[in-house]
């Protein structure tokens, strides 16, 4: 079996679905409030996991209740948690606004993610021992880099997520296989606003480029190749909170099985559609079974 490390956060996502997000100083009245496990890397882990991999969790969850039904969550998905720290204080949290066109504003606070800073022992090991590697930026960026630099020690593929955006040192770019930014991230990291000129633009830094665009799909962009979009399926997004992350977790399995750009790139856009159309984060992310049938209706439609 395939087997995905995750090195990253975990956070309790805390969701309030409203009408219309609040504009500063406003108030306005929810309908729901849900407490669901998330953060990116978590995410991502689960999301593989779901896809068919064997995935591990590296990063850390507080001594407080968040911290035990992060870990169970996991553990429930099929993440093996081993790698998982339990750190004094509080676990991570995002704060999350969800409107009623699917759109979410997000506020993370880093909790018990903010001590992963560097790997600890027998993170290595796992790390050589799989066959890629998801690093995304809500953890401090010194232990992206060391997870980054031992992937490329053994030659494991890693995969970033540049999100929350930041300027990101030579170094770690130089240690990174495949970069997958939104189109704003991608704007944010070359000040370029057209994707296929980012795109083009950050293959100076990475070899591979695969640049999220929503509903229109995604841009996939490697040196010495043309680039071209996949679309993704057309769908009522109901809440779009971890649609990047099933994105990722699902490509980075399609790739580790070795399927074509363009047809990972199909089914990861087939897995991120349906999680759409479902509340939640990690709690809206399809199984396996589910995509590949949702990938042949979709075929099956369009031939």
Same mark, same amino acid.
């Given at each position: ?5 995750v090195?990253?956060?975990?956070n309790?996502?805390l969701?309030?679905?409203? /009408? ?19 953060g990116?890397?978590?995410n991502?882990a689960?999301?593989a996991a ?10 850390a969850?507080? /001594? ?21 720290r ?5 676990s ?11 759109? +979410?504003?997000?506020?993370?606070i880093?909790?018990? +993610? ?9 993170d ?13 930026l809500?953890?401090?960026?010194? $232990? ?25 040192p030579?170094e ?25 000129? $980012? ?8 070899p ?12 996939y962009?490697? !040196? ?23 994105f990722v ?12 750009? !363009? ?12 999680s759409?159309?479902r509340?939640?984060?990690?709690s ?12 042949a209706? +979709? ?5």
């Amino acid at each position: 079996m395939t087997h995905i490390a995750v090195l990253g956060s975990t956070n309790m996502d805390l969701v309030a679905y409203v /009408a219309k997000a609040p504009q500063r100083g406003e108030t306005v009245t929810g309908r729901e409030f849900r407490t669901i496990p998330g953060g990116k890397g978590a995410n991502q882990a689960v999301a593989a996991a779901h896809a068919g991999a064997d995935v591990s969790m590296i990063g850390a969850v507080g /001594a407080d209740a968040f911290g035990s039904q992060l870990r169970t969550t996991l553990e429930h998905s099929g993440v093996d948690t081993d790698h998982l720290r339990t750190t004094e204080g509080p676990s991570g949290t995002a704060h999350i606004v969800v409107d009623d066109e699917g759109g +979410n504003e997000i506020v993370v606070i880093p909790g018990a +993610n903010g001590t992963v800073d560097h790997l600890a022992p027998g993170d290595e090991a796992l790390i050589a021992g799989a066959d890629a590697l998801l690093l995304q930026l809500e953890i401090p960026l010194a $232990a992206v880099l060391a997870g980054a630099e031992a992937a490329r020690r053994h030659g494991v593929r890693t995969i970033l997520t540049p999100s929350p955006v930041q300027s990101l040192p030579p170094e770690l770019l130089a240690s990174i296989d495949l970069l997958v930014p939104n189109e704003h991230e991608a704007a944010a990291l070359t000040g370029l606003t057209d994707p296929r000129d $980012a795109a083009t633009a950050l293959l100076d830094q990475v070899p591979e480029v695969v640049v999220t665009l929503g509903a229109a799909g995604s841009l996939y962009a490697s !040196r010495g190749a043309e680039p071209f979009t996949v679309p993704a399926p057309r769908v009522t997004a109901v809440d779009s909170t971890g649609a990047g992350d099933t994105f990722v977790g699902t490509l980075a399995v399609a790739l580790a099985e070795g399927r074509p750009m !363009r047809a990972a790139l199909a089914w990861a856009s087939t897995a991120a559609s349906m999680s759409v159309q479902r509340p939640g984060a990690s709690s809206s992310m399809p199984y396996r079974s589910e995509i590949d049938a949702q990938a042949a209706s +979709n075929t099956r439609h369009t031939s």
